[in-house]
């Protein structure tokens, strides 16, 4: 679609944007997106305490994912419905789940997937949004659906690894580990996949998954097979491994709550470099530079080195997952909003909000930006809008 087209979707700009402050970016730095439309898609429950105190409030987690070949984006949301709209505003079709949506949706060869709160998997077909396959899980399925071919790999809330078939939901095999006693961090990691090579040259296709009791372990993708297995907890409180393991290369990198960051070789486990960075719950990669985010922070690191490169500090709130743009890294907040940093240099370019939030990650499509608000509005902007640019 060009670039006229998306901004002729929007009409008028809604509002000017709302997380924006007074002093503008430099014109070298004028790359930004502006609002194009925004769309209610959910009732957003909110109350006066919510708004007085945005800690009160539900949070919306799902991600807005664009289909290029139907055209259509899907937002799932909390009261248990995944909708579809076409780009002009216009609903197509809704699904009701048995729980609420809150997991990163994606298209496979053929189906929609997603996971919801009820503990399923579900298989539908994207233009229609007819229900294809159900898949039962452990616990509350919130994390993204990783495709491989005809398998589907997904996590739950109770650090179970579930593969089954993405054409039939068929099961193929499940690794449950151990909960950690006590109490842990809300959320869990979403599996990676990738392919490790060995010093002889054979190559092995893996799943890595960080778990609540600071373990990080690389199994068989094809059986579940743990091949190594790594403690990066070393026994604090709140050690959780709840970033997606990021791999470049056959450098697998992960982070604990309180442990830090540690980069391994992904077929033999053996450790490249360590930071003592506390306090990361996101990690992500573009293959230049590594970025790490949690409450309040962002942090941009060395791949090969692991050093600091950068930080930026946020006032509120705990980042969603990363996302990547071309020379920019952007994130939500879940109490506050959508920032974009420079991925070099972690300067802000740009900050775009609701009063309530935004606990799901952002989607970047070309030079479209989609952002689902805790307020259960679809916010769509473009980079192809030369409007305002701030700080």
Not at 17 to 26: D, E, I, N, S
Not at 85 to 112: E, K
Not at 179 to 207: R, Y
Not at 361 to 380: E, F, K, W
Request: with cysteine; net charge negative.
């Amino acid at each position: 679609m060009s670039r006229r087209a998306l901004i002729g979707l929007g009409a008028c700009l809604v509002a000017a944007l709302t997380a924006a402050q007074a002093r503008a970016v430099p014109e070298t730095a004028r790359q930004v997106y502006g609002l194009a439309w925004a769309l209610p898609v959910a009732p957003s429950g909110s109350s006066v305490p919510e708004l007085l105190s945005p800690r009160w409030k539900s949070r919306q987690f799902s991600t807005p994912l664009f289909h290029r070949p139907t055209g259509l984006v899907f937002v799932g949301s909390t009261d248990r419905v995944m909708r579809a709209y076409s780009l002009n505003r216009t609903q197509v079709w809704s699904f009701t789940a048995g729980g609420a949506i809150g997991s990163v949706p994606v298209v496979g060869d053929a189906h929609l997937y997603f996971g919801a709160d009820d503990g399923q998997l579900y298989a539908l077909e994207p233009s229609t949004g007819k229900q294809i396959w159900t898949h039962d899980g452990d616990a509350e399925i919130t994390g993204a659906v990783r495709v491989s071919g005809d398998l589907l790999y997904f996590s739950t809330a109770l650090d179970t690894v579930y593969c089954v078939a993405a054409s039939s939901g068929e099961y193929r095999w499940h690794v449950r580990h151990p909960q950690p006693i006590g109490i842990s961090l809300f959320g869990n990691a979403t599996p990676t996949l990738a392919t490790a090579f060995a010093p002889t040259g054979e190559a092995t296709d893996v799943v890595a998954m960080g778990y609540a009791d600071g373990s990080l372990a690389v199994m068989d993708a094809g059986d579940g097979r743990v091949i190594w297995k790594a403690e990066l907890g070393k026994g604090e409180a709140f050690y959780d491994v709840d970033a997606d393991p990021v791999v470049v290369g056959n450098l697998l990198v992960a982070a604990s709550h309180t442990g830090g960051v540690t980069a391994f070789d992904l077929a033999t486990g053996t450790i490249r470099w360590h930071n003592d960075v506390p306090g990361l719950t996101r990690l992500g990669t573009d293959g230049r530079v590594l970025v790490g985010a949690g409450a309040g922070m962002a942090i941009g690191l060395g791949l090969k080195s692991g050093q600091e490169l950068w930080s930026y500090q946020f006032e509120r709130g705990t980042a969603s997952r990363l996302v990547f743009d071309g020379d920019r890294v952007l994130f939500n907040s879940d109490i506050g909003p959508t920032y974009i940093l420079d991925l070099f240099s972690g300067e802000r370019l740009q900050a775009f909000g609701s009063p309530l939030g935004m606990a799901g990650q952002p989607a970047v499509i070309d030079d479209l930006l989609l952002v689902y608000s805790n307020g259960g509005t679809l916010y769509a902007l473009s980079s192809a809008f030369a409007g305002w640019a701030h700080k």
